[in-house]
C-alpha cells in the first residue's frame, strides 16, 4: 500500500525566514495531495493541496510543488511568523482509495 | 461556516467495555471517514463510508470496529471491546463529492478515548 514519509520531523525557524518540510510517496498512482496544520489538541486542519495535474500551488505565504516522476512534493512557509508554530502533516491519497494516507509530521516552531 | 462535531469530546472506559463515538458530518458531504491518532503520533486511516456501506478499512479495523449511519445525520464508529492500545484521539472527517471524486476532507474536533 502507499507509504508517505515526512522530513524534518522538527523544524526550527527565525521569524521571517521560510520554512520547507518535504514528503515522499510510494505509490505512483497517488494523485491528491493535502497538507494540514494541527495545533496542539486540535483538529488537523486544510491549508494547502494540490492534484497531480499541476506542478505548482500557491496561496499567500504558502505553496506547495508536486515532483510526480520523483514522488515527491514539497510545502513552503514565507515570511514566518509564530502564530505559523504548529505540527505539519501531508498526505496522499488516489481515486481508487479516497483514504489518506498521512506523514509522520513536522513540528514546525517559529522563534519571535 | 459548517463543521464536522464529535461527541463525546473526552471518553473514559474501562478495558473491556464498548464504546461508541459519534459524529455529525457536514450536511452536504456524502463521504465519511474514521481516523485515529496516538499521541504524538501520525494520523491514521480506519475506515471509509460511503452510500450506506463500508468502502475500505485498514488493517487497524478489526471486528471489535463497527461504523454505522443511524440515521440522516450522525454517523458512528463503536468498539466493543476496548483493550489498553485503543487509547487514542479519534476523528471523524467527511467529504463531499468533487469533480473526480471526494473533495477535501474537513475534520471533526476528535474524541479523546482513554482506556484504562
Known amino acids: 500500500g502507499e507509504n508517505v514519509e515526512q522530513h524534518p520531523s522538527t523544524l526550527s525557524v527565525q521569524e521571517g525566514d521560510s520554512a520547507v518540510i518535504k514528503c515522499t510517496y510510494s505509490d505512483s498512482a497517488s494523485n491528491y495531495f493535502p497538507w494540514y496544520k494541527q495545533e496542539l489538541g486540535k483538529r488537523p486542519q486544510l491549508i494547502i493541496d494540490?492534484?497531480?495535474?499541476?506542478g505548482e500551488k500557491k496561496d499567500q505565504r504558502i505553496a506547495v510543488t508536486l515532483n510526480k516522476t520523483a514522488k515527491h512534493f514539497s510545502l513552503h512557509i514565507t515570511e514566518t511568523q509564530p502564530e505559523d508554530s504548529a505540527v505539519y502533516f501531508c498526505a496522499a491519497s488516489m481515486d481508487s482509495s479516497y483514504k489518506l494516507i498521512f506523514g509522520s509530521g513536522t513540528r514546525l516552531l517559529v522563534r519571535p | 461556516e459548517p463543521e464536522v462535531t464529535q461527541t463525546p469530546s473526552h471518553q473514559v472506559t474501562q478495558m473491556g467495555q464498548e464504546v461508541i463515538l459519534r459524529c455529525v458530518p457536514i450536511s452536504n458531504h456524502l463521504y465519511f471517514y474514521w481516523y485515529r491518532q496516538i499521541l504524538g503520533q501520525k494520523v491514521e486511516f480506519l475506515v471509509s463510508?460511503?452510500?450506506?456501506?463500508?468502502?475500505?478499512k485498514s488493517e487497524i479495523f478489526d471486528d471489535q470496529f463497527s461504523v454505522e449511519r443511524p440515521d440522516g445525520s450522525n454517523f458512528t464508529l463503536k468498539i466493543r471491546s476496548t483493550k489498553l492500545e485503543d487509547s487514542a484521539m479519534y476523528f471523524c472527517a467527511s467529504s463531499r463529492m468533487g469533480a473526480g471524486g471526494p473533495d477535501e476532507q474537513f475534520f471533526g474536533p476528535g474524541t479523546r478515548l482513554t482506556v484504562l
Open positions: 463510508f460511503y452510500n450506506n456501506e463500508i468502502s475500505e
Open positions: 494540490i492534484r497531480s495535474n499541476v
